[in-house]
């Protein structure tokens, strides 16, 4: 019965004293509206952060058409040189002569590797897999530092070589699992070593003749490298012939910021150069990711610092407001328990009425931002329900841990004057 009694005094309370409550619950209210705003706007930053560095395949190059003089850009970590060789040709016509012994000719099968099925009148390039030949150049790498950390990420650290080196030798050619497969041969250790030739039984073209096999590679590394559409067959350029496409220069950095900075170095002397659009992206969002991060901590500071003077005075004045009815519980025989049960109780229904009032201005803030300003930003505010209820639960605990102190101190006040006095004033 007292239980249900200090419920039924604290909601007739509550009610009766609209206009001081509703001042309550609009002080709570703000702290809730300012939290969940900033909070998610800065968790949508840094979710749009971690989906350009997972979606994008090594971002971190620059790609030119003419070398660069390394003196002159400092943030250049690695260099990658390519020739890339396409003769237009699918792999069913094309021969894998091993030692001079062993003939294996290229399956054309590709379907498998996608998980739609094609439809009636597909063109056959779609499901075929490509003849195609990249020629590394000595002085450069195969795969940078970046893309064997892409690699180990998103494959739970698994190690791009099978068996074998990578380094690229003028007599050796490297083949990955996927490529040896579509010959039909399986991808073991004992490979290695092989002399491999690559010809057009038809033409009579050789694309490769009598190479070492140096290397096999994992082939998921071409799906997460810089060069996703590679041929995953890999030659050192010496043994590149006339019909090579020119070289393309790539120069990595250590981090998606420093590549931008570096490609904007390399435009600003008129040199063309290309890389992946999303760079600049991931430069104006980390950008806001440093400035909300500052923002949010010195407004957090300020929140934790002036939110016991802004919540004692609003608690100063609802107590001195509500002194005699306080008074007036103990003389009708309520214990001090009791009183700040009901107390209480009243905190708790204007943390309810502001978590409700707060959430619904927090998404109508973050709606209007999304309306008005997510293009200039480059972000836009999504948040997941359960940060969104994580979020309010901490604010409006954290609220009532702090307003169950202020209540105690003022019960305890409150239990130490006379009843007589308090109501005689």
């Not at 498998?112 to 439809?119: G, H, I, R």
Request: hydrophobic share 45%.
């Amino acid at each position: 019965m007292r239980i249900r009694a200090c419920f039924y005094m604290a909601s007739r309370n509550f009610l009766a004293k609209r206009r001081t409550m509703a001042k309550l619950s609009a002080a709570y209210a703000m702290v809730i509206v300012v939290v969940l705003c900033l909070f998610s706007y800065r968790e949508s930053i840094n979710l749009q952060i971690n989906t350009i560095v997972s979606k994008s395949a090594s971002a971190c190059y620059v790609e030119t058409n003419e070398p660069l003089d390394l003196a002159d850009y400092p943030a250049v970590t690695e260099t990658k040189i390519i020739r890339g060789f396409d003769p237009l040709l699918t792999i069913d016509q094309i021969t894998l002569t091993i030692n001079d012994s062993e003939n294996h000719v290229g399956v054309d099968d590709y379907s498998y590797d996608f998980v739609t099925e094609f439809l009636p009148g597909t063109q056959k390039d779609m499901y075929s897999v490509p003849f195609k030949i990249d020629a590394y150049s000595p002085e450069g790498v195969i795969f940078s530092a970046q893309d064997r950390r892409e690699f180990a990420d998103k494959n739970n650290g698994a190690q791009v070589l099978i068996a074998g080196d990578l380094a690229p030798q003028e007599d050796g050619i490297i083949l990955s699992d996927y490529m040896l497969q579509r010959f039909g041969l399986a991808p073991v250790k004992s490979l290695i070593g092989s002399r491999i030739s690559m010809v057009n039984p038809k033409t009579g073209d050789v694309y490769c003749q009598d190479l070492t096999l140096i290397g096999i590679i994992d082939s998921r590394m071409f799906y997460t490298e810089a060069n996703r559409f590679n041929a995953q067959i890999i030659i050192a350029e010496a043994n590149a012939t006339e019909s090579y496409a020119p070289a393309v220069y790539r120069y990595y950095s250590e981090d998606y910021s420093s590549t931008y900075r570096l490609a904007l170095a390399i435009t600003s002397d008129n040199i063309r150069c290309r890389y992946n659009s999303l760079l600049e992206m991931y430069n104006v969002i980390e950008n806001q990711q440093l400035i909300v991060g500052k923002v949010v901590s010195i407004i957090l500071v300020a929140f934790f610092a002036a939110l016991p003077v802004s919540v004692l005075t609003v608690l100063y004045f609802y107590y001195q407001q509500q002194k005699n009815y306080r008074q007036m519980q103990r003389a009708m025989g309520m214990k001090d328990r009791d009183v700040f049960a009901c107390a209480l109780l009243e905190q708790l229904y204007c943390l309810l009425a502001a978590a409700v009032i707060g959430t619904l201005l927090a998404q109508v803030l973050i709606m209007l931002v999304n309306v008005y300003f997510s293009e200039v930003l480059s972000v836009r505010i999504d948040v997941r329900t359960e940060t969104m209820f994580l979020l309010l639960f901490a604010t409006t605990g954290a609220l009532l841990v702090f307003t169950a102190v202020v209540t105690g101190i003022s019960s305890w006040r409150l239990s130490r004057e006379s009843i007589a006095a308090s109501l005689s004033q």
